[in-house]
T-cell receptor, first 116, second 108 residues
Framework: EPEVTQTPSHQVTQMGQEVILRCVPI?????FYWYRQILGQKVEFLVS????????KSEIFDDQFSVERPDGSNFTLKIRSTKLEDSAMYFC??????????????FGPGTRLLVL | KNEVEQSPQNLTAQEGEFITINCSYS?????LHWLQQHPGGGIVSLFM???GKKKHGRLIATINIQEKHSSLHITASHPRDSAVYIC??????????FGTGTRLQVFP
């Protein structure tokens, strides 16, 4: 069964460093998302992406964050200068694009980011 | 006020018990999603429903759109059902707004 993959599974970085989290959505999907979950808290929406541009972003998604679909298969989340409070599990998700809110989003396994 | 509220926050059960997890939401929605988060952190979609009831194995999800309420039931619970169960609703375009989750532990 097709699945969303994410790399790396874990990343440890120093505060102020740049990190790139990578996702490979399901191949025929058109809508892509990044969510994050701070330890002990609920999952939060970061950004949605369609047709090579951001559809919507949350207040969390400030100028330090960017997303890109560089090659038609990868979908990346870049954090330019990490802060301690960026430590979280980051989930990528995708959906096919035919059903809007009535369509299943498929989640990747997550990347656990720790900023020291 | 949270847009998606779940209860209970924590639930323990003996193997074989019938489990009910509740979700209430305050926004108008086209569908509601139930998700399962494993101890390792991965999220799996269990159900998406916009009316009535859906069943998959021992899991049953119901929704009442007028009352803005959904329930997830597990029949004959098993220790492998231990996980966090999350209710989520699409908002505005289609981003998901998540509840805080219900941590279920089923003991043998």
């Amino acid at each position: 069964e097709p699945e969303v993959t994410q790399t790396p599974s874990h990343q440890v970085t120093q505060m102020g460093q740049e990190v790139i989290l990578r996702c490979v959505p399901i191949s025929n999907h058109l809508y892509f998302y990044w969510y994050r979950q701070i330890l002990g808290q609920k999952v939060e929406f970061l950004v949605s992406f369609y047709n090579n541009e951001i559809s919507e972003k949350s207040e969390i998604f400030d100028d330090q964050f960017s997303v890109e679909r560089p090659d038609g298969s990868n979908f990346t989340l870049k954090i330019r200068s990490t802060k301690l409070e960026d430590s979280a599990m980051y989930f990528c998700a995708s959906r096919q694009g035919t059903g809007g809110g009535q369509e299943t989003q498929y989640f990747g396994p997550g990347t656990r980011l720790l900023v020291l | 006020k949270n847009e998606v509220e779940q209860s209970p926050q924590n639930l323990t059960a003996q193997e074989g018990e019938f489990i009910t997890i509740n979700c209430s939401y305050s926004v108008g929605i086209s569908a509601l999603h139930w998700l399962q988060q494993h101890p390792g952190g991965g999220i799996v979609s269990l159900f998406m429903l916009s009316s009535g009831k859906k069943k998959h194995g021992r899991l049953i999800a119901t929704i009442n759109i007028q009352e803005k309420h959904s329930s997830l039931h597990i029949t004959a619970s098993h220790p492998r059902d231990s996980a966090v169960y999350i209710c989520a609703v699409p908002h505005n375009t289609d981003k998901l707004i998540f509840g805080t989750g219900t941590r279920l532990q089923v003991f043998p």
